[in-house]
């Protein structure tokens, strides 16, 4: 290469802010969803000592991760670590009763321990969960990264600012997409490759709610895409498969699309005429 070029390569690094690594909060994602679920699992502890000191060093790998980068230098890492682990029984509550909404949803589903190893969804909601409780604290990259690792992994993208009530449950996953100011109330149930999006990416918005609110209750099926902030899913909603909705929808209410075949057959050419509508 250029040696005018790999300078400036170098200039660029050495100006670069310092940030965790991708893998170490993935590692400590990981290893956090094992300690709260067995199942999640690979570790076994011997004593119940040794199980108190890999919590101990879990809340140093989280002060450490923290403190790494210029971006969280009006921070205190150690006293956002010491509430997070005090907060971990409420999420991990939450979580459970995430765990039996989608096993719950699920007919194939034959255990909350499958739910567990195995489905896409509640490795997404736990990453989001851990993720928006830093966010509320002001955390800017470290939540990103802790969803985006969760979004590699299964295929689901849920922005760490989004507010996400009880018992949610997300089927198959793949392709979900749940913008920074969507809002979610409780028992609510979302298919493979549903979007909740903005109406606009203008720069200009960052700042204004550009994404839906989906009321108690709600099921959404597979492809739906619901737009806008203005746009509210009242209570007790169903949102059909591959609907496009940009307005509102009054509790209580069936969204679906109906196709209506209509055939003509004209025996002298043998033509048949299709129209849908």
């Known amino acids: 290469m250029d040696e005018k070029f790999v300078d400036q390569l170098y200039q660029a690094h050495k100006s670069c802010d310092h940030c965790p690594s991708k893998e170490d909060v993935g590692v400590f994602f990981s290893q956090l969803l094992g300690l709260l679920f067995p199942n ?58 995430d765990v039996q909404a989608m096993y719950e949803g699920d007919p194939a589903a034959m255990s909350t321990t499958e739910v567990i190893r195995s489905y896409p969804g509640f490795c997404a909601i736990s990453a989001y969960r851990f993720a928006h409780f830093l966010a509320l604290r002001g955390i800017r990259i470290i939540p990103r990264i802790i969803t985006e690792y969760a979004h590699s992994l299964t295929g689901i ?28 109330g409780d028992h609510v149930k979302i298919y493979q490759g549903v979007t909740l999006g903005a109406l606009s990416v203008n720069k200009a918005d960052a700042k204004i709610k550009r994404h839906p609110t989906i009321g108690d209750r709600v099921v959404i099926y597979a492809g739906a895409t619901i737009l806008g902030g203005q746009t509210v899913i009242g209570n007790d909603c169903t949102i059909g498969g591959n609907v496009w909705i940009t307005k509102s929808v009054p509790e209580n209410t069936k969204v679906y699309y109906q196709n209506k075949m209509i055939t003509e057959s004209r025996t002298e050419d043998s033509t048949i005429y299709i129209s849908e509508s």
């Open 157 to 184: 993208d849920i922005h760490p600012n989004a507010q996400i009530g009880r018992h949610f449950c997300i089927d198959h996953g793949t392709g979900v997409v749940i913008g920074e100011t969507t809002i979610i």
């Open 40 to 97: 999640y699992s690979n570790s076994r502890f011997d004593s119940s000592s040794e199980f108190k000191a890999h919590i101990k060093q879990l809340k140093t790998d989280l002060v450490s991760i923290l403190d790494t980068g210029d971006h969280n230098k009006d921070i205190d890492s150690a006293q956002i670590a010491g509430e997070f682990f005090d907060t971990i029984p409420s999420i991990h509550e939450r979580l459970k009763e």
